[in-house]
């Protein structure tokens, strides 16, 4: 097959699947159900130069945590890369991130990552004991994910990721299994990319264990039946946080020393309205020093985020490269967060 005619037809599988992601999301809008998926901390931003940029990184690898936010720019890594992300995510919750790619054969990457939210123990309280039973338990949530993405041409990569999650609380679990998928496109305008990612499509999560467990008297009428018959609750079944991502990205401006990026996302849940995230990204002195801005959840209806900023620091260049994010995420009625992430090339 010439370039000519592989090129048309990654442009019309590209547009293919732009018009099916599209379809897909016209969908989502008209299903509009606020707070009614299974798994939200799968919407949570993996890693602090994400954060810093307002979660605008559909276009832009960067990092590991580009499986995260598009398994098709994972692609564009090169060489073996490794990210760690933690955080105190809101009152009493703990986040952690940790990510890793690596070239397979030609224009290959392979690349896991793994997810995790997690509760400060609580107190375990009941109508006898309203100021607890001297018992503590947490609730957290996992995700493990495996990704395969390849460079097509050298303007066009596609990546998919196949995860398994779990949901916990005491004693009881949720299980599925979910996917992505994502492609990235450098276009002959201006270094302008574009990039269409689909999150979180996946198996309905369902809790189930012994702390449903009941018990039930069959015959509460009658006398001389048994009163220990075990029952069991069961509760509804819930999607994943399916998500759709449109992004843009291009350089103000670019020279050997600096540049000026901007970048902006469309966003359409399934579980909330939609809008739009937008980031800029300044690289200094060879991209020694990046200094971020972005905003969340622009046009959001009762939207609870907003500004966020960053900066990220190559903190050794030999024989390890080694990069040092800071990001900084305000909520309206939660504070803020405070992230950071270490990310290697080796």
Not at 274 to 292: D, K, Y
């Amino acid at each position: 097959m010439t370039n000519r005619h592989l090129d048309k037809t990654i442009r019309s599988f590209a547009g293919g699947m732009v018009l099916g992601l599209l379809m897909a999301g016209s969908v989502l809008a008209e299903t509009n159900k606020v707070g009614t998926s299974a798994a939200a901390f799968l919407r949570i931003p993996a890693g602090a130069r994400g954060s810093a940029l307002g979660s605008a990184l559909t276009t832009q690898s960067g990092d590991a945590t580009s499986l995260f936010w598009n398994p098709g720019a994972s692609a564009r890594l090169e060489g073996t890369q490794l990210s760690f992300d933690y955080s105190d995510w809101l009152p009493g919750l703990n986040y952690g991130f940790v990510g890793a790619t690596m070239p397979a054969s030609g224009s290959l990457n392979i690349g896991v990552h793994a997810v995790y939210l997690s509760t400060d123990e609580m107190d375990i309280t009941t109508p006898e004991f309203p100021m607890g039973t001297g018992l503590t338990y947490n609730a957290a949530s996992t995700a493990v994910g495996a990704t395969i993405a390849s460079n097509l041409t050298d303007r066009f990569s596609i990546g998919g990721t196949i995860k398994v999650i779990q949901e916990r609380i005491y004693n009881s679990t949720a299980n599925g299994i979910a996917f992505d998928a994502g492609t990235l496109f450098n276009t002959p305008f201006n270094n302008i990319k574009f990039g269409v990612a689909i999150t979180n499509v996946g198996t309905k999560l369902r809790m189930t264990g012994e702390d449903l467990n009941v018990r039930v008297d069959v015959a509460p009428d009658q006398e001389g039946n048994n009163e220990s018959t075990v029952g069991e609750l069961k509760t509804d079944r819930f999607d994943p946080p399916l998500l759709l991502r449109l992004g843009l990205s291009g350089d103000l401006f670019r020279s050997s020393s600096s540049r000026l990026t901007w970048m902006v996302d469309g966003i359409n849940p399934n579980d909330n309205a939609p809008s739009i995230n937008m980031g800029a990204e300044l690289g200094l002195m060879q991209e020694v020093l990046n200094l971020r801005v972005g905003y969340n959840d622009l046009f959001l209806v009762d939207g609870i985020r907003g500004l966020t900023f960053g900066v990220g620091i190559r903190a050794l260049s030999k024989p390890t490269v080694v990069y040092v994010d800071y990001g900084f995420q305000a909520f309206e009625y939660l504070g803020s967060v405070n992230r950071f992430t270490v990310s290697l090339v080796l």
